[in-house]
């Protein structure tokens, strides 16, 4: 059930297709390292577990790690409100480590410019890839992802809601045009 | 999380009292606090939200831990750190603070930390710069961040604090951390006990302060914390009480006093520094519900929760809606 103005993007169906795609390719990009997923709280981190449970029934121990990003972002000074801390959790060594990296919409870069700050805070890893299920467009830096589910024309002022199961009770991906079109 | 939050908070200019917080943004605080101590452990333990703001540690009364306290937390949070201390200030050659803070205004000064024996000077500050002004003590008024490590010390040891009971023991007449800790706690749902000789035990208190006129009735009570405050050496020549031996007897952590807080398994606590032998026995300080160590952790991720929190008025641009994504 989805209010009139949201468009369906992805259905419950389509995203278990694509984590299991994405899995496959990080499994095939990858068949020796030690690997590591870590995602970006909040959706980041759900989509980062689920992708870490494929490729555990692949795999021998593969790394799990969550990001939260609120301390490194650009825009601190300017918000009126600010976001309760979750806190990172990296329970492994960073240093020499292949990370794949997870959020659940990929915009304007921002969010992810932040993440790799602070991963590098942690030690210097051998790598780190992108792995989003969405790509909007709209980038202001240049980083691009590595592992994609589905690439989306969005106007600049489209809202992209991503939900899953854990904490929103379903799976879909849905799209609510803004008020201003370009 | 102990209890159920907003996930975003409003953010204010300055923190100059705990009277003047609700209890959601107290238990935001202290939820922030904890993340940011988990940064310790870390092998960057710098984090750069505060990164190219300046904290000035503006000091007209001396103290070296409160002080050192704020200058980590701060730099933890990559901002850039000024201590101005009266000794070596020109309020000594007669500047007036007004003055004081105009000249450090034109510094460009982000956060300014201030102490001051008088109560009333950090909102006076705050009232005349665009900084985020923060309460370091002032008189006998407030302490507020010793309030917020002090309640984030106690929820580590217990959790929850709705229904748990602190007893606060000394001058509470004169004690800004009795009055801030003790408003920290009440709002967090816990109960306050307080003991005190009678010339010390303030005429104005709140209701809800449960006084006692015996340890050995306070302590029947069944306290989960003993709070004990310093005793301000100075006090003693103002005859408050006869002597520091007699102190000790009657309202001193004594040998026995500890038996029966050890026996009980209650925490005991401490704002720092510690008069041995005056306020609470050696052996105190190596028993292991002594939380004075920790208090002294803490102090770091409460001030910086608090310096993630305020928003300086000279950095506020029309507000946007959570651009990052």
């Known amino acids: 059930m989805t209010p009139d103005d949201q468009v369906t993007l992805l259905s419950a169906g389509d995203i278990t297709n694509k984590l299991e795609r994405m899995t496959a390719q990080i499994h095939e990009a990858h068949p020796d390292d030690p690997l590591a997923c870590v995602g970006i709280h909040t959706r980041g981190a759900i989509l980062s577990q689920r992708v870490h449970a494929l490729l555990s029934s692949k795999r021998d121990k593969v790394e799990h790690g969550t990001l939260d990003i609120a301390l490194y972002r650009d825009d601190l000074d300017n918000l009126g409100t600010i976001p309760m801390i979750k806190g990172s959790d990296i329970p492994f060594q960073v240093e020499g480590a292949h990370i794949v990296l997870f959020d659940d919409v990929l915009f304007t870069g921002r969010t992810i410019r932040a993440a790799l700050d602070e991963l590098m805070d942690y030690g210097r890893p051998a790598k780190i890839e992108l792995a989003v299920l969405i790509d909007r467009g709209h980038r202001e830096l240049p980083i691009a992802p590595d592992y994609l589910g589905q690439r989306i024309e969005t106007a600049r002022a489209a809202h992209i809601r991503v939900c899953f199961q854990e904490i929103d009770g379903r799976d879909g991906v849905f799209l609510r045009e803004g008020e201003s079109l370009p | ?325």
């Not at chain 2, 008088?118 to 923060?134: D, M």
């Open chain 2, 1 to 325: 999380m102990i209890q159920e939050l907003d996930p975003r908070m409003s953010r204010r200019k300055d923190l100059l009292d705990i009277e003047s917080l609700t209890r959601d943004e107290l238990l935001f605080l202290l939820d922030t606090a904890r993340p940011f101590k988990e940064l310790f452990t870390r092998s960057v333990k710098k984090v750069p939200a505060l990164r190219g703001k300046t904290v000035l540690n503006l000091f007209f009364e001396p103290s070296t831990r409160t002080r050192a306290s704020f200058e980590i937390a701060a730099k933890r949070l990559s901002a850039d750190v000024t201590n101005l201390s009266i000794a070596q200030s020109s309020v000594v050659k007669g500047e007036s603070i007004l003055d004081t803070i105009e000249t450090m205004q034109s510094m460009k000064v982000d956060y300014m930390v201030v102490r001051h024996s008088a109560s009333g000077v950090p909102a006076f500050v705050a009232k005349h710069t665009p900084a985020a002004v923060i309460n370091a003590g002032d008189g006998h008024h407030a302490h507020p961040t010793q309030a917020l490590l002090d309640t984030f010390t106690m929820q580590e040891a217990v959790g929850d604090l709705r229904g748990r009971k602190v007893l606060i023991v000394g001058d509470i007449l004169h004690s800004r951390v009795c009055r801030s800790v003790s408003t920290a706690a009440h709002k967090l749902g816990m109960e306050v006990g307080v003991f005190a000789p009678a010339t010390l035990i303030p005429n104005g208190r709140p209701d809800y302060m449960k006084v006692f006129t015996d340890f050995g009735a306070a302590l029947a009570w069944q306290p989960d914390f003993v709070y004990l405050l310093r005793l301000q050496l100075e006090r003693q020549a103002a005859h408050f009480f006869p002597s520091l031996r007699e102190y000790h007897n009657i309202f001193g952590l004594t040998r026995e006093r500890f038996q029966i807080c050890s026996d009980q398994g209650m925490y005991i606590m401490h704002p720092g520094p510690v008069n041995r032998g005056v306020e609470l026995v050696d052996e105190v300080l190596t028993y292991a519900r002594c939380l004075i160590n920790q208090q002294v952790e803490n102090g770091i991720a409460a001030r910086m929760a608090v310096l993630y929190w305020l928003q300086p008025a000279t950095t506020v641009l029309p507000m946007e809606e959570d651009a990052i994504a």
